[in-house]
């Protein structure tokens, strides 16, 4: 397995539990660490089934790259990000299909997983093992199985999750089939490995329209002083044609957030135009811009300047029940509001610390002393116990997240009530967001739009904050 990331350590260890010899190899001696030490993010099952391979002697990790040429198969699992200006950054994905190549065996399998463009196993696999003399589904065998991997969602493990499988060739897909047959239920095979990197651009393309969708309807309940939430699910009781998804604070993660931007990519080198999949993309990136700014009305509606306020944001990972910043909208908002002069601080079990400006800002473990202007829900883990929130809070829940702490009961703040356009503030631009209350004021939290938080089926890219690439 070379990278052991979020894909690559809980499909190694799926591998070893299924009764395979598992060689790990990452260059990172803090990931390393790490994984040696146990202090990695994993599912529950994910997370005995390290404690078991820990203790196992066929369960080797190294950061020598070299290991590759032990191992019958060889599965790729790094990370495929896009730079700050959102163009595809391939560095890793090429340096360890180059390594993979170099160590490359006669007899073996080589499968890549990681998210890429429509061409990627061609241009970094088959052309490289030509140029070595290597004949592929003669000598090795090349296929394109994309990840599908939930972080924090219990319902779609990866052994419940069907694989889409596309090889070289007849003997390669037939390879990779019976490899990752030992870890799935199901494989759908496809007929090219384009066709299966397709597949994953398509798939998470298709979640960040529809997420982008979601947002901007909840805008428009909010005109209508809805509840998007009510109204979304009314209209998921229709049994065909229809499919939740759910708004939030905005889109994080390792996926959604970056993957159509391979599709996008490739796409304007062909000179081919995409204008649905590029609204959806630019509405997700302004999203947190818009998150600050109500969050600056809000402010504004109670006299108080974002200059000199102090606001605590409540949960700062980009999904529910991880410990992941990547890409989370947290971080923007924070960074906005800090910017615009206002004392930032945040709170979540998971997450004890995060980049900001370029220092490092430590998460309060007790902040329900301190006096904030304003509180935001921003991700809600499960368990995460608000009851400490009291009517001396206010609060913008932007999280617009059900299952939170309005679900279950322990939440009983009250503050100022409905929500209030963000036009005429810094970012703002006519979102609006819900202040749950309870109490005198009373207004329920359910006025206005917030970022995007998937609804079924997804990858926390995956996710939502809510929600998953």
Same mark, same amino acid.
């Given at each position: ?21 598992? #060689?790990? &190899? ?20 994910? %997370?005995? %089934? ?7 002697? !066929? ?50 399998? #080589? ?14 696999? +088959? ?25 924090? @969602? ?27 047959? %030992? ?12 066709? !299966? ?13 529809? &997420? ?7 805008? @428009? ?34 996926? #959604? ?37 109500? #969050? ?16 605590? +944001? ?83 829940? &932007? ?36 202040? %749950? ?6 207004? !329920? ?25």
């Amino acid at each position: 397995m070379i990278g052991l990331g979020y894909v690559g350590l809980p499909t190694a260890l799926a591998l070893r539990a299924a009764g395979v010899r598992v #060689i790990g &190899i990452d260059i990172s001696a803090d990931r390393l660490r790490d994984i040696r030490a146990g202090a990695v993010d994993l599912a529950p099952q994910d %997370r005995e %089934r390290l404690t078991d391979a820990l203790n196992d002697a !066929a369960f080797l990790l190294t950061d020598d790259s070299r290991a590759s040429a032990w191992a019958d198969t060889v599965m790729i699992c790094v990370p495929t990000p896009v730079d700050r200006h959102q163009v595809p950054d391939l560095g890793m994905l090429a340096s360890a299909c180059a390594s993979a190549v170099a160590h490359a065996t006669p007899g073996q399998l #080589i499968l890549l997983t990681s998210t890429s463009y429509v061409g990627t196993t061609r241009d970094l696999l +088959l052309t490289p093992l030509a140029a070595r003399g290597m004949k592929v589904e003669t000598d090795v065998f090349v296929a394109f199985t994309p990840e599908r991997i939930d972080p924090g @969602s219990v319902g779609h493990s990866q052994d419940l999750t069907p694989r889409v499988v596309g090889g070289a060739g007849r003997r390669s897909t037939a390879s990779a089939a019976s490899v990752l047959s %030992r870890v799935c239920l199901s494989v759908h095979t496809v007929g090219s490995p384009e066709a !299966a990197e397709m597949t994953k651009l398509w798939e998470n393309t298709f979640r960040a329209v529809n &997420i982008a969708l979601a947002n901007e309807l909840a805008d @428009s309940c909010a005109v209508f002083g809805l509840d998007p939430r009510a109204v979304i699910d009314a209209a998921a009781t229709k049994p065909y044609g229809f499919m939740p998804f759910y708004p939030g604070p905005g889109v994080g993660g390792h996926c #959604i957030p970056c993957d159509p931007h391979y599709l996008l990519w490739q796409l304007r080198a062909e000179r081919i135009p995409s204008p649905v999949v590029e609204a959806a993309m630019r509405a997700i990136a302004e999203r947190p811009g818009r998150m600050a700014g109500l #969050i600056t009305a809000k402010l504004a509606a109670r006299g108080i300047p974002v200059a000199g306020a102090r606001v605590l +944001l409540v949960g700062i990972a980009y999904k529910r029940g991880v410990a992941d910043v990547r890409e989370s909208p947290a971080l923007e908002i924070m960074g906005l509001l800090a910017d615009w002069g206002a004392t930032v601080a945040f709170t979540d079990p998971l997450v004890p610390s995060a980049e900001l400006h370029g220092g490092t800002l430590a998460g309060l473990t007790d902040p329900w002393e301190q006096r904030w202007d304003l509180v935001v829900l921003h991700t809600v883990h499960p368990g995460m116990d608000l009851s400490r929130l009291g009517p001396e809070h206010t609060v913008l829940d &932007i999280s617009q997240d059900r299952r939170g702490p309005g679900s279950a009961g322990t939440y009983r703040a009250t503050g100022a009530t409905g929500g209030a356009r963000a036009s005429g503030v810094p970012g703002g631009s006519g979102a609006t967001g819900a202040v %749950r209350t309870t109490g005198a004021a009373g207004a !329920a939290g359910a006025a206005g739009a917030a970022g995007a938080t998937e609804g079924v089926g997804t990858h926390g890219t995956h996710g939502p904050v809510g929600a998953p690439a």
